[in-house]
């Protein structure tokens, strides 16, 4: 359950005057309309309703946020009518190689269905203050800190070891992380020197993460330049698992090391809930969020 959702929930709780008759209005279970006004008392760090078996009733800072609310979910509410066209600008960030690879042709066909649409596209490899670069909506690939920011859940990625079956022809296969030392790696600090990878401990619970430092072979700026020397037996590659899925299974690359890689990393898309593109924003989320989550669900898959 994501937090828009859970949004709706309690709206639709206060305009029906209780839970249940906002989980037959919504086709939803009660018991997921009061996990819904959980998750937005956790959130908020606060009580939203006070409930009895025959009425519930809003706190002082319930009826703070529900007007809060009811602003986000008006504002990223899709046109309800066929006859309503989409118009407006829209600016869309995302990691450089998910940006090309996933999103850029989820937006294409996005635009070539609204017309009246146009948008930016910006392919960076940092987290960028959304409001100060007029971003309306932010694909990350990380763990969230708390923000008024609103996210929606897309799946996971693993960061993976990998090289060419060429190269560890040539130089040997690393059995646990403090062989990298040894081995020509690919890095991606462009100020030379030693590169540092987080790797587990060990290959078995409990199991902590270490600062693995590894050989450079060479340095490069960008993750895309990394995969080509990598797939080229040049050395080592340290890639999410989304950006070489295929590789792996056409066995162009082998993954190595599986049993000391750190935990999945959360891929979410953001926005901002005061953002005024709202309608165009919430209908490429509604297209792309089922594209991705299978994509992803996929991909993970292949690495479980």
């Known amino acids: 359950m994501d937090r828009l959702d859970a949004m709706a929930m ?6 029906e005057g209780s839970l249940a008759k906002a989980a037959r209005k919504l086709g939803r279970s009660a018991a997921s309309i009061t996990r819904g006004v959980a998750l937005l008392e956790a959130r908020t760090g606060e009580r939203l309703l006070h409930r009895t078996t025959r009425s519930l009733k809003l706190t002082e800072a319930g009826a703070e946020q529900v007007a809060i609310y009811r602003r986000v979910l008006d504002q990223l509410a899709p046109p309800d009518r066929a006859s309503d066209v989409l118009r407006g ?20 066909a996005f635009l070539t269905d609204h017309p009246e649409v146009t948008a930016r596209l910006l392919m960076l490899n940092r987290v960028i203050d959304m409001v100060e670069e007029g971003v309306d909506l932010a694909l990350r690939i990380a763990r969230l ?16 070891v990998c090289a060419s079956p060429g190269y560890l022809a040539r130089a040997g296969t690393p059995q646990e992380p403090g062989d990298l030392a040894g081995h020509a790696c690919v890095n991606l600090q462009v100020g030379g020197g030693h590169e540092a990878w987080q790797l587990r401990t060990r290959p078995t619970a409990p199991s902590r993460l270490r600062t693995v430092v590894v050989g450079s072979h060479i340095s490069v700026n960008n993750q895309a330049t990394a995969l080509d020397l990598a797939l080229r037996g040049n050395g080592i590659c340290h890639p999410l698992s989304y950006q070489v899925a295929d590789d792996i ?36 989320v509604e297209r792309a969020t089922p594209i991705l989550r299978a994509d992803l669900a996929a991909i993970e898959r292949t690495f479980a």
């Open 10 to 15: 309690l709206v639709a709780a206060v305009d």
């Open 145 to 160: 800190q708390d923000s008024v920011l609103t996210a929606i859940r897309l799946g996971t990625v693993r960061r993976l």
């Open 89 to 108: 600008r829209l600016t869309v960030t995302a990691p450089e190689l998910f940006g090309q690879r996933k999103v850029m042709p989820i937006l294409a």
């Open 249 to 284: 299974r056409e066995g162009r690359l082998v993954r190595l090391l599986a049993a000391y890689e750190p935990d999945p990393v959360p891929v979410h898309f953001v926005f901002h809930p005061s953002q005024r593109q709202g309608g165009i924003v919430r209908t490429l």
